[in-house]
């Protein structure tokens, strides 16, 4: 396929990904559209099929699966996985039509544009087109994974069901090209206070569970301010704890009997995931007698990978040879790259696109990235893979 013809193609692949609604359901039950990654996860099985590849669908939840692709090569003895993400965050913020994927003064728009179907579509390709090439070095695998964005649920099946021996991967995730060698993990808890129902002409009879709630929530700003003289790590800086979502109260003339606030705590490496919920609980009770329960939902470990390991070193020279970019940096958020830490290989991460885009209320991908990006991964993949 002509050069033209493949710079069209990642374009309108990542618009066609776009299109397909695949919002991160969380803790739902029984969702539909836009919620899950049943519909994209169909599409990219079937894209794969088309080329004469055997994907597969690992059932990873009721209605949630990854997408697998493993191409044999010359020794089977090592696994070069490459892994992006399907879902995204929930679109209610939004201010451009999240679907749609127009493409205005070259920019794609619509929610997953930057994160993270620009580094998937640009993904998507170069693999193919590398296993067509043949005479693949090592083993050539790839991942489409559901839930990065909440609770790495695809990422963790993978690897708990790993039955082929990964020896590195590669991340695509938007980094400006950058190899992200270290990432902060993620600690999720959630508060809870209990109260007593009461009709709302009748307050004293029951026992509001939002005040409480509300102290607690006050308290955690004093405890957020207090994290300004904690240890500052020399690329990660500082942990950060934000209240992320509050409910409570079932209607308007009902006094509320539960309130749950969440929490979102960004963790450097060393920190203890129950330590951080014990750390918390401890201090809520030194500035109220009033029960808050703190539960601990999730935690991802930090991710870290030797900048001088020969994967990222093949990187680097790639980025350097298409680009001119020859630097490696951390990212603050957390990826799938935690779900991997355990089996002890090198997971850095690299993409098209500006992180400071995802997530955002016109979140959007300028085609000249999504370009670079498949010119990039092809020329590594073209080259040495630093296994």
Not at 84 to 106: C, R
Not at 116 to 128: T, Y
Not at 352 to 367: F, M, R, S
Request: glycine share 6%; charged share 20%.
């Amino acid at each position: 396929m002509a050069r033209m013809d493949i710079m069209q193609e990642v374009i309108e692949l990542c618009q066609t990904l776009i299109r397909i609604p695949s919002v991160n359901p969380e803790d739902r039950k029984g969702f539909q559209s836009p919620y899950g990654e049943f519909e994209i996860a169909e599409f990219i099985f079937n894209w794969f099929s088309s080329f004469g590849l055997n994907p597969q669908l690992q059932q990873v939840e009721e209605n949630r699966n990854n997408v697998f692709v493993l191409a044999q090569g010359r020794d089977t003895s090592k696994t070069l996985l490459l892994s992006s993400h399907m879902d995204t965050v929930d679109v209610k913020d939004m201010t451009v039509e999240p679907f749609a994927a127009n493409i205005t003064d070259g920019r794609i728009y619509g929610r997953g544009a930057c994160d993270d179907k620009g580094p998937l579509s640009a993904m998507m390709i170069a693999f193919r087109d590398r296993v067509a090439q043949g005479k693949l070095p090592f083993n050539l695998a790839f991942l489409a994974t559901c839930g990065e964005e909440y609770n790495m649920t695809g990422a963790r099946h993978f690897v708990e069901n790993l039955s082929i021996p990964i020896a590195g991967a590669l991340f695509g995730e938007p980094t400006s090209f950058k190899a992200v060698v270290s990432h902060k993990g993620v600690v999720r808890l959630q508060l809870q206070s209990q109260g007593q129902s009461a009709h709302c002409s009748r307050p004293k009879t029951g026992r509001n569970a939002i005040y409480p709630m509300a102290r607690a929530v006050t308290a955690i700003e004093e405890f957020i301010e207090s994290m300004d003289q904690w240890p500052q790590h020399p690329q990660l800086g500082r942990e950060t704890v934000a209240v992320t979502i509050i409910n409570g109260g079932q209607q308007i003339n009902v006094i509320p009997d539960r309130c749950q606030a969440r929490v979102d705590w960004r963790i450097l490496p060393g920190t203890n995931a129950l330590a951080c919920r014990d750390k918390l609980e401890k201090f809520l009770r030194s500035k109220s007698s009033e029960e808050i329960s703190v539960e601990l939902l999730s935690h991802y470990e930090p991710m870290r990978t030797d900048h001088n390991s020969p994967l990222v070193i093949a990187i680097l020279d790639t980025t350097d040879r298409v680009s001119n970019i020859r630097q490696t940096s951390i990212m603050t958020g957390a990826t799938d790259a935690s779900a991997f830490i355990s089996l002890g290989i090198p997971t850095p991460i690299l993409g098209p696109g500006n992180t400071e885009h995802a997530h955002t209320k016109n979140e959007y991908i300028d085609t000249a990235d999504l370009e670079k990006g498949l010119v990039v991964y092809n020329a590594y993949l073209d080259g040495d893979w630093g296994l």
